[in-house]
């Protein structure tokens, strides 16, 4: 007996071309695997399960059956070296959807189906990503000192009586009160900036679903050296890891 949407007898793969190649392996009854090879940023693969069997001999094959009242897709999502299902980046193809074409009288119809609309994280965590500055050089009076990013910008005048860390303190606390999208903290020599997203806080950011990237520069007027030292990028924890549910009432 055939079921539909078989991970092992009812899906084909297709991918961009000739750019990319993807194919389908490991499957079997209850899981699969898509592969490939990425050259360009908008290269894709999708998975497809298709109502009429235009693979197998007339003879054989299943008589079409687009029926899916009833059914319930429900599986695990594992996507790594790809946009996440979550990410917030506009989709220039259609990586965040579900897409389903019916018959329909008087036309066909199409929906997409935002998946994560359906899914809970199984496993992982979200973490901000974050840059760090390291300060050093000799202290001059009159010297400027700052960070800037997108539209937002901070400086510390330099004045006689200040250390390194007087200066860090002075721009961590102008970033933490005035900025929508960055939290800083000293530690140590080194200011670090965590991107949160607007109206987010460390604790309940979810930019990390984004690409976890972020430009920010540091300048001097003279003197001093404000260096890039590191800058992290991470999304999940051990991947993304999705447990999706699309219920289908036709």
Not at 20 to 27: G, K
Not at 37 to 48: H, K
Not at 61 to 82: A, F, I, K
Not at 163 to 168: E, F, P, R
Request: charged residues 20%.
């Amino acid at each position: 007996m055939l079921n539909k949407l078989s991970p092992d007898r009812d899906l084909q793969c297709y991918f961009e071309r000739p750019s990319a190649i993807a194919a389908i392996s490991d499957a079997t009854s209850s899981g699969f695997a898509v592969t490939g090879t990425w050259r360009q940023e908008f290269d894709w693969a999708v998975v497809e399960w298709n109502r009429d069997n235009v693979f197998e001999h007339p003879q054989f094959r299943n008589l079409p059956d687009g029926d899916l009242s009833g059914l319930l897709l429900e599986y695990d999502e594992v996507r790594n070296n790809c946009i996440p299902i979550d990410s917030p980046l506009y989709p220039t193809v259609d990586w965040p959807y579900l897409r389903i074409w019916t018959t329909e009288p008087g036309g066909g119809g199409f929906y997409k189906v935002r998946l994560k609309d359906h899914a809970v994280p199984i496993e992982g965590a979200y973490a901000c990503p974050y840059a760090d500055f390291v300060l050093s050089g000799d202290l001059t009076p009159g010297d400027y000192v700052g960070l800037a990013w997108l539209d937002e910008q901070y400086n510390h005048l330099v004045v006689v009586g200040d250390t390194t860390d007087m200066i860090l303190d002075s721009i961590a606390g102008s970033v933490n009160a005035l900025s929508a999208t960055i939290e800083a903290e000293r530690i140590g020599s080194t200011l670090r900036l965590h991107y949160v997203g607007v109206g987010q806080t460390r604790t309940t950011s979810t930019v990390g679903a984004s690409g976890n990237r972020f430009g920010v520069y540091g300048f001097v007027s003279s003197g001093f050296r404000v260096c890039s030292a590191s800058a992290r990028e991470r999304r999940r924890r051990n991947g993304a890891f999705l447990s999706i549910s699309v219920s289908f009432a036709m």
